[in-house]
C-alpha cells in the first residue's frame, strides 16, 4: 500500500470541500443578513476604536490586543478542527474559521476597556460585563443570524473563557512593562 494514498485522500477531499464551500457563500452566504451584520459591525468597530484609541500607549494597546487576538484565533481554530462549533457566515471564503469575530470584534472591544479601566477592580468589573455580552447576548445573536454554530460547545463555556484571556493578557502586560523598567527601558 503506498504510504501517501491517505494524504491524498485527503487532499481530495480538501479541494471537493473547497468547491463546495465556495459554492455555498456564494449562493446561501453572500449579502445575506448575517454577512451584512459581520461586514457593518466590523467596520464600525473598526472606526470606533481608531477614534477612541489613545495614541500615546497605542503599543501597549495593541500589544494588548494582538496577543489576545491570536490566541482567539488559535483557540477558534482547535474548537472548528474538533467540531465543537463551527462559522457557516463570513464575509470571505478563504478564511478559515471567521476572522471578523476573534480577531476584531472581541480585541478591539477588550482593548478599549484595558484602555479605560486601568485599575484591577474597574478592570475586572467591566471585563465580566462585555463577557457576559459576547457570552450570552452575541453569541445568541450569531446563532440566529446563521454566523455561528455550536455542536459540543455552550454559552456558558465561553463566559469563563472571555473574562480568563482578558485577565491573563492584562497580567501579561503588567508584569512585560515590569521586566522593561527593570532592565531600564521605559
Not at 82 to 96: C, G, Q, R, T
Request: charge should be neutral; proline fraction near 4%; hydrophobic fraction near 50%.
Amino acid at each position: 500500500m503506498d504510504k501517501h494514498s491517505s494524504w491524498d485522500t485527503i487532499v481530495k477531499l480538501r479541494h471537493e470541500l473547497k468547491a463546495v464551500h465556495m459554492d455555498y457563500w456564494l449562493e446561501e452566504n453572500l449579502f445575506t443578513l448575517g454577512w451584512w451584520f459581520l461586514i457593518i459591525s466590523t467596520i464600525t468597530l473598526l472606526g470606533i476604536w481608531l477614534l477612541m484609541l489613545d495614541k500615546k500607549n497605542i503599543m501597549e494597546i495593541l500589544t494588548y490586543g494582538l496577543m489576545l487576538a491570536l490566541t482567539t484565533y488559535v483557540l477558534d481554530c482547535i474548537g472548528s478542527s474538533f467540531m465543537l462549533w463551527e462559522y457557516p457566515n463570513k464575509i470571505l471564503p478563504v478564511m478559515p474559521p471567521i476572522i471578523e469575530i476573534h480577531t476584531v470584534h472581541l480585541p478591539i472591544s477588550y482593548m478599549l476597556i484595558y484602555q479605560y479601566f486601568t485599575r484591577w477592580k474597574p478592570f475586572i468589573i467591566a471585563l465580566t460585563i462585555v463577557s457576559f455580552v459576547f457570552a450570552f447576548i452575541l453569541e445568541p445573536i450569531t446563532e440566529w443570524l446563521n454566523i455561528y454554530e455550536m455542536y459540543k460547545w455552550k454559552h456558558i463555556y465561553s463566559f469563563p473563557f472571555y473574562i480568563g484571556l482578558g485577565l491573563f493578557f492584562k497580567w501579561l502586560i503588567i508584569k512585560l512593562k515590569q521586566i522593561s523598567i527593570e532592565n531600564g527601558h521605559v
